[in-house]
């Protein structure tokens, strides 16, 4: 029901600036607080000792998504929350994020928060053909996948293993 006067408020979404290192700390506390938490994630290959591996990494390292009605005044407990550094705000009250930036990272990373690091459709140790290029019509294995959506490729070419990186659209399934 709306009385005149009254203004109907709804939850928006806020930026929090995490501790180092303390995503899931915070995550859990915020959660444990009553508030709606988002952390996107996706899916990276990088080099850790020499070797590619597959990693979930945060989209946006050292800050985290927070849903919440700052009409209600509970918005100033994140500021003390265990693994929290502050709730980034502009002058006396926190600053909230576009409605069009939020669903745009809701819709790419869903609600599980990973996103579309390997949709390719390629994981690593498959079997590819590559499509076009010099080396059209031969078979590799898939290394790693790159954010940027290059795969690094293992080819055998002249009877030794040689590393080839191409765009993931210039691949094909055998």
């Given at each position: 029901?709306?009385?005149?006067?009254e203004?109907?408020?709804?939850?928006?979404?806020?930026?929090?600036?995490?501790?180092?290192?303390?995503?899931?700390?915070?995550?859990?506390?915020?959660?444990?607080?009553?508030?709606?938490?988002?952390?996107?994630?996706?899916?990276?290959?990088?080099?850790?000792?020499?070797?590619?591996?597959?990693?979930?990494?945060?989209?946006?390292?050292?800050?985290?998504?927070?849903?919440?009605?700052?009409?209600?005044?509970?918005?100033?407990?994140?500021?003390?929350?265990?693994?929290?550094?502050?709730?980034?705000s502009?002058?006396?009250?926190?600053?909230?994020?576009?409605?069009?930036?939020?669903?745009?990272?809701?819709?790419?990373?869903?609600?599980?928060g990973?996103?579309?690091?390997?949709?390719?459709?390629?994981?690593?140790?498959?079997?590819?053909?590559?499509?076009?290029?010099p080396?059209?019509?031969?078979?590799?294995?898939?290394?790693?996948?790159?954010?940027?959506?290059?795969?690094h490729?293992?080819?055998?070419?002249?009877?030794?293993?040689?590393?080839?990186?191409?765009?993931?659209?210039?691949?094909?399934?055998?």
């Amino acid at each position: 029901m709306f009385v005149e006067g009254e203004v109907a408020t709804q939850a928006r979404w806020y930026l929090v600036q995490l501790k180092p290192n303390s995503l899931s700390r915070a995550q859990t506390n915020l959660e444990r607080q009553g508030f709606g938490c988002f952390a996107p994630r996706e899916r990276r290959s990088v080099r850790r000792s020499g070797k590619f591996v597959t990693a979930d990494l945060p989209v946006f390292p050292g800050y985290l998504f927070v849903t919440l009605n700052p009409e209600h005044g509970s918005w100033r407990v994140i500021n003390s929350t265990y693994g929290v550094a502050r709730l980034v705000s502009f002058g006396a009250g926190p600053a909230p994020l576009p409605d069009g930036l939020m669903q745009a990272l809701l819709v790419r990373y869903g609600d599980g928060g990973e996103g579309e690091g390997t949709s390719i459709g390629f994981r690593v140790g498959d079997d590819v053909v590559i499509r076009e290029g010099p080396f059209a019509d031969f078979v590799a294995s898939v290394e790693a996948i790159d954010p940027e959506r290059r795969v690094h490729l293992l080819i055998d070419f002249m009877g030794r293993h040689s590393r080839v990186t191409v765009e993931a659209d210039k691949l094909a399934k055998p």
